[in-house]
């Protein structure tokens, strides 16, 4: 992946993966069509697995203004495409990385984790301030 096609990637890839965790709670917690009436009460009414892929879904989502943010500032202000491409993969792995923490319950590097993916964007952030 190189130039702009890969930054689109980049970014859907982010804009898909919250999905990916609410398939896997709506699966688990045992999603009918008829729970599609209102599915965020479904939801919020699961426990184990299934609460904690929905939790893994909102964060997933909670994440994405900042990362598409400096995405795309980067982008606008000409930082290295290979600075924006291994910043961007090594959120989307950490972010991978703490949905499978949050489905295996494993809180302390779940937490760890996180805070490498919120890093990724902070420092592609600084990194485009400096180019200013």
């Given at each position: ?10 970014i859907?890839a982010?804009?898909l ?7 896997i ?7 009918k069509?008829?729970?599609?009436q209102?599915p965020?009460?479904?939801?919020a009414?699961?426990?184990g697995l299934?609460?904690?892929a ?8 909670e994440g994405l203004?900042v990362?598409i943010a ?5 982008e ?9 491409m291994n ?13 499978i ?8 590097l779940?937490?760890i ?17 400096k180019?200013t």
């Open positions: 992946m190189q130039g702009i096609s890969g930054i689109i990637y980049l859907l982010a804009c993966l919250p999905y990916v965790f609410a398939i709670a709506k699966m688990t917690g045992g999603f069509p008829h729970d599609n209102n965020r009460e479904f939801l009414k699961t426990t299934a609460a904690r929905n939790a893994a879904q909102q964060n997933s989502f203004p990362f400096a995405i795309l500032m980067a606008y202000m000409v930082v290295p495409q290979a600075i924006i910043l961007g993969i090594a959120y989307l792995v950490f972010r991978v990385l703490y949905g923490c949050y489905l295996a319950n494993w809180a302390t779940r937490s984790i996180w805070l490498l993916s919120l890093l990724c964007p902070i420092f592609l952030l600084v990194i485009t301030v180019m």
